[in-house]
């Protein structure tokens, strides 16, 4: 199996913009889809990119994904923020017979 | 709309037994597949089982293999997790989530549950 890697806790003033990164430990980034799911405090986690870089309908263009493979990582950049995008993110991709989610990343938009 | 309804959580003692079930409604509950996924308190998400559309491939993480049972009945449209031998470390809100794609299993959640909490005392 492999390791994804985020950040603990990352914050960022109201209107800023922050990335979150994943880094894939043993075998590469692209060679499965990374998704990334957001969690507000007591609620279920919500999808919010799938196949690296698309959003599902009723997600704000504000959230991208990408992948940069020369480090080997993905990222969720959040632009613009606002008070409601303080919430923990979750990265997860996949291998044959397992699913892998990164350790997430608080944010806080203070 | 797509909706996933866990129940069956609670307390159990150590050692006992607790079989999890999620409702399905607004998708054609067959041609998906499904992931049970858990978080402990206050920490992080953590997958536990994986079945196809058609229960033909199924998997496990190594932390809950031999104990835990993942299957779905699609005449019912409902999810099943059958656990045995719990441990107080099983302690967690267990999510229901559909893969995203029709047919194959991707292990990529799309659609989420709201939870139902197991806690496993000693």
């Known amino acids: 199996n492999f390791v994804l890697t985020q950040p603990h806790s990352v914050s960022e003033s109201p209107g800023k913009t922050v990335a979150i990164s994943c880094t894939r430990y043993?075998?590469?980034?692209?060679?499965?889809?990374v998704q990334w799911y957001q969690q507000r405090p007591g609620s279920a986690p919500t999808t919010i990119i799938y196949?690296?870089?698309?959003?599902p309908s009723g997600v704000p263009d504000r959230f991208s994904g990408s992948i940069d493979i020369s480090s080997n990582s993905a990222s969720l950049t959040i632009s613009g923020l606002v008070t409601e995008d303080e919430a923990d993110y979750y990265c997860?991709?996949?291998?044959?017979?397992?699913?892998?989610f990164g350790g997430g990343t608080k944010l806080t938009v203070l | 709309e797509v909706q996933l309804v866990e129940s069956g959580g609670g307390l159990v003692k150590s050692g006992g037994s607790l079989r999890l079930s999620c409702a399905a409604s607004?998708?054609?509950?067959?041609?998906?597949?499904f992931n049970w996924v858990r978080q402990a308190p206050g920490k992080g998400l953590e997958w536990v089982a994986s079945?196809?559309?058609?229960?033909?491939?199924?998997y496990y993480a190594d932390s809950v293999k031999g104990r835990f049972t993942i299957s779905k009945d699609n005449a019912k449209n409902s999810l099943y997790l059958e656990m045995n031998s719990l441990r107080v470390e099983d302690t967690a809100v267990y999510y229901c989530?559909?893969?995203?794609?029709?047919?194959?299993?991707?292990?990529?959640?799309?659609?989420w549950g709201q939870g139902t909490l197991v806690t496993v005392s000693s």
């Open positions: 196949e690296h870089n698309q959003r």
């Open positions: 079945i196809d559309s058609r229960s033909t491939y199924i």
């Open positions: 607004g998708f054609i509950f067959s041609s998906y597949s």
């Open positions: 997860q991709s996949y291998d044959y017979t397992h699913l892998v």
């Open positions: 043993s075998g590469s980034i692209a060679s499965n889809n």
């Open positions: 989530t559909r893969d995203i794609y029709q047919g194959r299993l991707v292990f990529l959640p799309d659609y």
